[in-house]
């Protein structure tokens, strides 16, 4: 028996398992994806696979073993919110190191207002945003300074937030050519343009890599910065391509994780689990484990799980901020909270996000749509070159609402090939229509002098980076699903540590957050479980 299994290997479990191992805890991380850790024979490093394997990415038979060993999901998600159900795979994580592996590396401290969410919105209408965390700016600073240093954050203060001075980061590299341009501008308008706190190591030739795994060893992440040391230094062991199916549970304890790997069921035990799957598949797995004591799912008492689905907002905005301007870089560099509160209400963040992909990223896939795109090059290259690149993409990052009709569901569709599926259902409310377009606004109003191009609408849900809340956590058992430890309620070893315990999901990146709650419930778990 292990002392601790964690489901999951991405920014919650990552970061939980290695301090528990560290603590001298037996560590089992369980990992659906496969293991893209240095030295993987196949993996796929420096570029979206799209680009680096383009035959074996225009091939469905093919496409997803490519994703796979680039760390990608393979799960295809099921969106029922429309009249019309529509299928994708998302983007995000699916292998060690989770989502973090792909990430742009932004690790940002939440506001300290973002923990009493509920007064920074003048009529959040039928939503369930609480008025506060159960836990507070002050009690987590800790923790964000402790994962601030295990991921080696480096960046500048917000200059309009009077907390983001403590963090006391080393400093960042200079803006480079390509984003001070728009620095200096958004300055001389009297805005606050800062330095994103990146977890990035900035060695030579450093690409800031973000949607694809990195070649280098600049790229901080939960699995270089958490689940590689809790294996190498503090023996954790790791257990790639192995899908947990359920967990068997009696009324106050899991028993049994049961998983398929490989062709096989194993049925693993340890005192404590923890689920760290991601927000989509955690409360899949939890509404999978069904059972006498649990017929509505396990640790379902509130009928929450699943509820409360939140994505974030993100509407991507490419610019050119003087004539002549061009650019292929991936910097992520500038950060402006200048609407983040504004005129009595909360919108969001905007952060650049460097260049546009190319083409071959959308034309070298399966499907009518990417061959399409094949048949009619090089006429549609020259027109997507000619007015698609070399701008700086910005990304207007805004916080939506939690709703309890927003969730995340099982599929109705079997897994045979390996895949696992699941539904969303999830529309705009009132609250986010309108702030969406006052946000807008105001951003266009200030790009104003200069050429802009949307390059998609965050009405659409096919953008899940930032999903969160789907296993809210609270005081009350009524109203949330885990307890301010992250425990289950009512199931006393069962512990969540992905994104799905947020009860909002303010309005920055949640990498820092996840983190510094990880290796908080690691101390707590670590002393009820294992003191004696």
Same mark, same amino acid.
């Given at each position: $028996?292990? #002392?601790?299994?964690? !489901?999951?290997?991405?920014?919650?479990?990552?970061?939980?398992?290695?301090?528990?191992?560290?603590?001298?805890?037996?560590?089992?991380?369980?990992?659906?994806?496969?293991?893209?850790?240095?030295?993987?024979?196949?993996?796929?490093?420096?570029?979206?696979?799209?680009?680096?394997?383009?035959?074996?990415?225009?091939?469905?038979?093919?496409?997803?073993?490519?994703?796979?060993?680039?760390?990608?999901?393979?799960?295809?998600?099921?969106?029922?919110?429309?009249?019309?159900?529509?299928?994708?795979?998302?983007?995000?994580?699916?292998?060690?190191?989770g989502s973090s592996a792909l990430y742009g590396m932004v690790c940002e401290r939440f506001f300290a207002a973002d923990f009493t969410p509920r007064q920074n919105f003048r009529d959040p209408g039928e939503s369930t945003v609480p008025e506060a965390w159960p836990v507070t700016y002050d009690q987590m600073r800790p923790w964000y300074a402790e994962a601030e240093k295990l991921l080696g954050v480096r960046g500048e203060p917000d200059p309009l937030r009077p907390e983001a001075v403590e963090a006391d980061l080393p400093a960042p590299p200079p803006f480079s050519v390509d984003n001070q341009p728009l620095v200096d501008y958004l300055a001389g308008r009297g805005l606050h343009p800062y330095h994103l706190p990146m977890a990035c190591d900035y060695t030579a030739d450093?690409?800031?890599?973000?949607?694809?795994?990195? #070649?280098?060893?600049?790229?901080?992440?939960?699995?270089?910065?958490?689940?590689?040391?809790?294996?190498?230094?503090? #023996?954790?062991?790791?257990? *790639?391509?192995?899908?947990?199916?359920?967990?068997?549970?009696? @009324?106050?304890?899991?028993?049994?994780?049961?998983?398929?790997?490989?062709?096989?069921?194993?049925?693993?035990?340890?005192?404590?689990?923890?689920?760290?799957?991601?927000?989509?598949? *955690?409360?899949?797995?939890?509404?999978?484990?069904?059972?006498?004591?649990?017929?509505?799912?396990?640790?379902?008492?509130?009928?929450? !799980?699943?509820?409360?689905?939140? @994505?974030?907002?993100?509407?991507?905005?490419?610019?050119?901020? @003087?004539?002549?301007?061009?650019?292929?870089?991936?910097?992520?560099?500038?950060?402006?909270?200048?609407?983040?509160?504004?005129?009595?209400?909360?919108?969001?963040?905007?952060?650049?996000?460097?260049?546009?992909?190319?083409?071959?990223?959308?034309?070298?896939?399966?499907?009518?749509?990417?061959?399409?795109?094949?048949? $009619?090059?090089?006429?549609?290259?020259?027109?997507?070159?000619?007015?698609?690149?070399?701008?700086?993409?910005?990304?207007?990052?805004?916080?939506?609402?939690?709703?309890?009709?927003?969730?995340?569901?099982?599929?109705?569709?079997?897994?045979?090939?390996?895949?696992?599926?699941?539904?969303?259902?999830?529309?705009?409310?009132?609250?986010?229509?309108?702030?969406?377009?006052?946000?807008?606004?105001?951003?266009?109003?200030?790009?104003?002098?200069?050429?802009?191009?949307?390059?998609?609408?965050?009405?659409?849900?096919?953008?899940?980076?930032?999903?969160?809340? *789907?296993?809210?956590?609270?005081?009350?058992?009524?109203?949330? !699903?885990?307890?301010?430890?992250?425990?289950?309620?009512?199931?006393?070893?069962?512990?969540?540590?992905?994104?799905?315990?947020?009860?909002?999901?303010?309005?920055?990146?949640?990498?820092? *957050?996840?983190?510094?709650?990880?290796?908080?419930?690691?101390?707590?778990?670590?002393?009820?479980?294992?003191?004696?």
């Amino acid at each position: $028996m292990w #002392d601790v299994i964690v !489901v999951g290997t991405g920014m919650g479990g990552g970061m939980l398992g290695y301090r528990l191992a560290r603590s001298g805890r037996r560590v089992l991380f369980v990992e659906k994806g496969r293991s893209t850790l240095p030295g993987t024979p196949g993996t796929i490093r420096s570029a979206m696979p799209e680009m680096v394997e383009p035959r074996a990415c225009r091939s469905e038979g093919t496409y997803y073993d490519a994703l796979a060993r680039a760390g990608r999901s393979t799960d295809e998600v099921e969106d029922i919110s429309g009249r019309f159900p529509k299928r994708f795979v998302p983007f995000i994580g699916g292998g060690t190191g989770g989502s973090s592996a792909l990430y742009g590396m932004v690790c940002e401290r939440f506001f300290a207002a973002d923990f009493t969410p509920r007064q920074n919105f003048r009529d959040p209408g039928e939503s369930t945003v609480p008025e506060a965390w159960p836990v507070t700016y002050d009690q987590m600073r800790p923790w964000y300074a402790e994962a601030e240093k295990l991921l080696g954050v480096r960046g500048e203060p917000d200059p309009l937030r009077p907390e983001a001075v403590e963090a006391d980061l080393p400093a960042p590299p200079p803006f480079s050519v390509d984003n001070q341009p728009l620095v200096d501008y958004l300055a001389g308008r009297g805005l606050h343009p800062y330095h994103l706190p990146m977890a990035c190591d900035y060695t030579a030739d450093c690409r800031t890599c973000q949607t694809y795994l990195c #070649d280098q060893t600049c790229k901080n992440d939960a699995a270089r910065n958490g689940l590689l040391p809790a294996i190498v230094e503090h #023996d954790a062991s790791l257990l *790639t391509d192995c899908r947990v199916v359920r967990l068997d549970a009696d @009324r106050t304890h899991v028993r049994h994780v049961i998983c398929e790997h490989r062709g096989s069921t194993v049925s693993l035990e340890a005192k404590v689990v923890v689920l760290a799957a991601g927000a989509l598949a *955690t409360p899949v797995l939890l509404l999978n484990s069904r059972s006498g004591d649990w017929p509505g799912g396990l640790a379902n008492g509130s009928d929450l !799980v699943g509820r409360n689905f939140m @994505r974030h907002l993100l509407e991507p905005i490419e610019v050119w901020p @003087r004539p002549g301007y061009r650019t292929m870089a991936a910097n992520k560099e500038i950060g402006l909270n200048d609407f983040y509160f504004w005129e009595g209400q909360k919108y969001g963040t905007v952060q650049s996000f460097g260049a546009i992909p190319p083409m071959e990223w959308l034309s070298n896939r399966p499907g009518a749509r990417g061959k399409a795109l094949r048949l $009619m090059s090089p006429a549609v290259r020259r027109i997507y070159e000619r007015y698609f690149t070399g701008g700086l993409v910005l990304a207007a990052i805004m916080e939506d609402l939690p709703y309890p009709d927003n969730r995340v569901l099982p599929s109705d569709r079997r897994n045979g090939d390996g895949r696992q599926r699941l539904r969303i259902n999830y529309r705009l409310h009132r609250s986010e229509i309108d702030r969406r377009a006052v946000f807008l606004r105001q951003l266009k109003a200030v790009l104003a002098p200069f050429r802009t191009i949307g390059l998609g609408s965050s009405t659409g849900n096919s953008n899940l980076g930032h999903v969160c809340g *789907t296993c809210r956590f609270g005081t009350d058992p009524e109203t949330s !699903v885990l307890d301010p430890h992250n425990r289950a309620h009512e199931v006393h070893n069962l512990y969540v540590v992905d994104s799905s315990f947020f009860p909002s999901s303010a309005g920055l990146n949640p990498s820092l *957050t996840i983190a510094a709650n990880a290796l908080r419930v690691a101390a707590h778990v670590d002393q009820a479980h294992f003191a004696s």
